[in-house]
């Protein structure tokens, strides 16, 4: 298996690509200058605009995620332009635009899925139900907030949005874009959701599946992980249809960096605004480990979400498998199988990088 930095990375999927974009209209390219990692940006001054898709409320390091998301806003590298659900769960929804709130996005759009395979409530609840010594809600939702439909928030998103402009990162189950990929032209736009996903989007980095290219990764081979095995069959038809280029960060990447228990029990603790992702984290272990704040969390999802926003291969984060296809079987393994026309890598994370990716995440996520 051969590997390489991202400096090329559509060098074996311009012919299909190129198909399916000059289709549909001319969209700006994604750049691969010498030495950049996948650069999504159309400048370097210019943010990201992302779309966040999560089952958020299982597991904790959606939330983190997300706070990665808007430190990353604050620092203009990306724009958030919404954040779909893919479990059907309002408190996890309304968990969501607190945390907006927080960060200083109260608009930011909210949807959640009209039915899912599984249904999450474990730490938003607990959190949003935290007061303060007057009584009032520590971490209020937005007044007059209203959640939307997470396909039907996908297609006005991408409807509004400039061709090729958007990059999604999906850290959830692969329902919601599933679903957008059969979606007809409606009021909202006429064209299909294929069509809107293959004149819209950029790319897709997505936490799913785990991948092995040599020994250092064996113990992974056998993974079936977690996001593919909730709707198999949606994880399927992304891999096999999804028309545009994907990255996936397999189970094997973020299980090696870690959360750092000083970290939280410090400066999350004491910014006014990720101290709401502390709260959540605490209730999120008491109810799932014996170690509280001193659990060193994977942090697989932060991963797909640092790729995009931090490009410049100077920074030494991430590089990636050659081109090729990923497979998606019935019982939920994932392989890949290297492909010079296919439309999918792979993230590889030697240790120094994940040494790297690690500080990263410490000096990223809860600065005051």
Not at 4 to 26: P, Q
Not at 191 to 220: H, N, Q
Not at 339 to 358: Q, T, W, Y
Request: aromatic content about 8%.
């Amino acid at each position: 298996m051969k590997f390489r930095t991202l400096n090329g990375f559509f060098s074996g999927v311009a012919g299909l690509a190129g198909v399916v974009f000059l289709g549909l209209g001319a969209i700006s390219a994604l750049r691969a200058a010498d030495g950049d990692l996948l650069d999504v940006r159309d400048s370097v001054d210019a943010p990201v605009k992302m779309i966040f898709d999560t089952d958020i409320g299982g597991d904790i390091d959606d939330a983190f995620a997300l706070g990665l998301i808007h430190r990353l806003a604050d620092r203009g590298a990306v724009e958030l332009l919404g954040v779909t659900l893919t479990n059907a769960n309002e408190p996890a929804g309304r968990f969501v635009a607190a945390i907006n709130a927080k960060y200083g996005r109260p608009g930011v759009p909210v949807g959640v899925a009209s039915k899912s395979t599984k249904v999450f409530d474990e730490y938003p609840s607990l959190t949003l139900a935290q007061k303060t010594a007057d009584g009032a809600a520590e971490y209020p939702v937005p007044d007059g907030f209203k959640l939307e439909e997470s396909v039907s928030l996908l297609r006005r998103l991408l409807a509004e949005a400039e061709d090729g402009s958007v990059v999604i990162v999906q850290v959830g189950y692969a329902t919601n874009l599933a679903k957008l990929l059969e979606t007809p032209g409606d009021s909202i736009s006429p064209l299909t959701g294929a069509e809107l996903a293959a004149k819209k989007v950029r790319l897709v980095s997505l936490m799913a599946g785990a991948f092995s290219f040599d020994d250092s990764t064996a113990a992974y081979r056998e993974h079936k992980e977690w996001n593919v095995i909730c709707d198999i069959p949606a994880m399927q038809k992304f891999a096999a249809d999804w028309p545009t280029p994907a990255v996936f960060s397999g189970y094997e990447t973020g299980d090696r960096v870690r959360m750092s228990p000083v970290n939280l029990k410090n400066d999350y603790r004491r910014s006014p605004t990720s101290k709401i992702l502390y709260d959540a984290f605490g209730h999120w272990t008491s109810r799932n480990t014996k170690e509280g704040y001193d659990h060193r969390r994977p942090t697989w999802d932060l991963t797909s979400v640092l790729f995009v926003a931090r490009p410049e291969a100077g920074r030494g984060y991430f590089t990636l498998s050659e081109a090729g296809e990923v497979a998606v079987r019935e019982d939920g393994l994932t392989t890949f199988q290297a492909d010079p026309n296919g439309r999918r890598r792979v993230f590889i994370l030697d240790e120094a990088a994940r040494i790297r990716v690690e500080e990263a995440f410490v000096n990223l996520c809860s600065e005051p």
